[in-house]
């Protein structure tokens, strides 16, 4: 079984992969979970072990169905006119939200509600105003729109996440999170996330061989 295989397999039984990008493009190692699996105990390994910032990554059609907008898209202020990154891309934010039935929405129990009803409303054929019903915004959990067309238009953790929850056959919304190290103030390198991914028995993924995967399809 390959590695694409054994990553499928690890997604569907809740645990989470590794997946660097590329070392042109963040050259970042995410941490990446099923949205439809996560738990407070889950949320609490990224906050602790990856420590950078707990996303949900949805496909394109489930954020135009829902309303989603790019972040940059409405807002106003001139920093967003700034929103090409250093590699070339886009930013994927769109809102940030909350589920109505949290408190803050920052806890670990919080962010696991509003990321199940993430994948929730992503599973099913909801409609703008369902989803108004069940989040606020802003919020403590950032919605990231994938590319239409996936890896074929963009190749971001967002796009490689949301592709894989698709290969698994699970609900397609991905939790990421960046692996940051505490020594350097910096991303984690690849050898300490390939490491890390060795000691605690997680699939660790280079984007290339998700995009290969994909294009042999």
């Avoid at 989603?68 to 700034?82: G, K, R, V």
């Avoid at 940030?96 to 509003?114: F, K, L, P, S």
Wanted: aromatic share 6%; net charge negative.
């Amino acid at each position: 079984m390959g590695r694409i295989e054994d990553a499928l397999t690890a997604l569907l039984n809740g645990d989470p992969v590794l997946v660097h990008d590329a070392d042109d493009r963040e050259d970042e190692v995410d941490m990446v979970v099923a949205a439809q699996h996560i738990t407070p105990e889950l949320v609490a390994r990224l906050r602790n072990d990856a420590g950078g910032l707990i996303c949900t990554a949805i496909p394109h059609d489930a954020a135009e169905r829902l309303n989603l907008p790019f972040f940059t898209d409405i807002t106003e202020h001139p920093a967003a006119e700034q929103s090409e990154r250093s590699y070339g891309d886009r930013s994927a934010f769109s809102l940030w939200v909350n589920h109505t039935a949290t408190y803050t929405g920052v806890t670990d129990r919080d962010r696991a509600t509003t990321i199940t009803a993430l994948a929730d409303h992503v599973a099913r054929d909801t409609t703008p105003q369902e989803f108004a019903n069940d989040f606020t915004t802003p919020g403590h959990v950032a919605v990231l729109r994938a590319a239409s067309g996936l890896l074929d238009n963009r190749r971001g953790h967002t796009e490689m996440s949301v592709s894989l929850m698709q290969e698994a056959g699970l609900t397609p919304a991905a939790v990421v999170c960046e692996m940051l190290d505490d020594s350097t103030g910096t991303a984690l390198s690849v050898e300490d996330a390939e490491r890390y991914a060795e000691e605690h028995g997680y699939v660790f993924l280079a984007g290339a061989e998700l995009v290969e995967y994909a294009d042999r399809k």
